[in-house]
């Protein structure tokens, strides 16, 4: 398998990009970046900024300590404990927050379809972890996966 690089000299340091793809399609993707770079654009920003998005386990836990915690009930916090544990952080909890869709919620949903109570409880947590990372400008408002 050959290997094709492509350099890119930033002002602090050069950057390389490998790809396993045959030379033409690495040629043309190369170009694509170089091109980018060119206009000012910096793929290697870009790159670490899509690293920093937190993931969908990380802002839940987050929420319970600083938002349900401090200002709902012990029951409410038990309850949405659970579902988190049991539902929520094993289908949604790898996933970059911003990378949660609608489709992801609804599989979701689908999978706790014996338990429709919890199932919509569950969607429900979803969108309030959603909102309280909106009002935290983590993702935005309209992109709320939770109008299933």
């Known amino acids: 398998m ?3 690089i492509a350099r890119m000299a930033a002002p602090a340091r050069e950057h390389r990009r490998a790809w396993s793809a045959n030379p033409d399609e690495a040629r043309s993707q190369a170009k694509t970046i170089l091109g980018a770079v060119e206009t000012g654009a910096d793929p290697i920003a870009a790159k670490r900024a899509a690293r ?8 839940a836990e987050d929420f319970m300590r600083l938002h349900v ?3 709902r009930k012990g029951r409410t916090y038990q309850t949405y404990d659970v579902l988190l544990r049991r539902h929520l952080i094993p289908a949604l909890g790898s996933t970059r927050i911003s990378d949660v ?10 999978r706790l379809a ?30 709320n996966p939770r109008r299933v």
């Open 114 to 143: 014996d338990a429709p109570g919890a199932a919509n409880r569950a969607v429900a947590l979803v969108s309030a972890i959603w909102n309280w990372s909106a009002s935290r400008e983590e993702v935005a408002f309209a992109d």
């Open 52 to 59: 920093e998005v937190r993931t969908f386990a990380a802002i």
């Open 69 to 71: 915690a401090p200002k």
């Open 2 to 4: 050959s290997r094709n």
């Open 101 to 110: 869709r609608r489709l992801d919620v609804a599989r979701m949903h689908n």
